[in-house]
């Protein structure tokens, strides 16, 4: 699907964020104060703009609030951070992410009505911390304080030519698999007769914990 962006930013994080989103079809158009910055993205933006996103004006002017998401990537100056994200809010901006460097500014963006706050850093830090701790676990996605989804290959082969009704997967665990990558190949919700091959990927949902002792036992 076809959608509209606004990056709000184009150091590291809003550059990056960027060429993603263009190399996948989609609208964005780029903003920084800085016109080398600007001019790095101005062949494959949708479009670009020089422009202080901490006035008034100029985020109205681009009628921010016509786009689906907008991005506030700017991170040293957290005053320009902050405007630019009450700017936005203010004008009716409808899904605001905003980039903090720290806890405080991130406590703030908060408070202000940023839909969703990240913290790179941080956040690659902990998905690092996981990726070295259970190293099956190719992907993990955080559903809430209590559950989880992860991608877990299975290399064990206690579990390889077993089917997932078999490996009990569900009384055992807790966990429902919802899909197999099988050497490249993705099955959708997975019939329960399914034989697992060695180094399939099972995306699984459920308890943390569970998804946790799931990866160390398929290691
Ligand atoms: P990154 O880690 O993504 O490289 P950063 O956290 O180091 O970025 P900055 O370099 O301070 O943060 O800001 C990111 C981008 O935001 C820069 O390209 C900068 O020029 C731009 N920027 C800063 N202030 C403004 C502003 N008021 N309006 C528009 N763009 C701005
Ligand atoms: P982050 O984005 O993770 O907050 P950063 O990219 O802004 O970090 P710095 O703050 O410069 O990078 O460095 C990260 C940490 O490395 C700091 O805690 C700093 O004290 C430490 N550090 C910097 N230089 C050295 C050094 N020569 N030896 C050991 N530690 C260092
Ligand atoms: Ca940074």
Redesign the pocket.
Known sequence: MRQTYAI???????GALLETLIANGQDVLG????EE?VNEYRDIATQVVI????EDDVLRKLDIASFDHVVI?????MQ?SIL?TINAKDLGAKNVIA?A?NRTHLRVLTKIGADLVVQPEREMGERIGRKLLAPNMLNFIELSDDYSMAEVQIVNPTFTGKTISELNIHKKFGLNVIAVRHEGEVIVAPDSKYKIHHKDILSVVGPKDMVDDFDQMTN
């Open positions: 709000i930013g184009l150091g590291r994080f809003g903003i920084d104060i800085n910055h422009a202080d996103a901490q990537a700017i991170g040293h100056n320009a630019a980039k460097e």
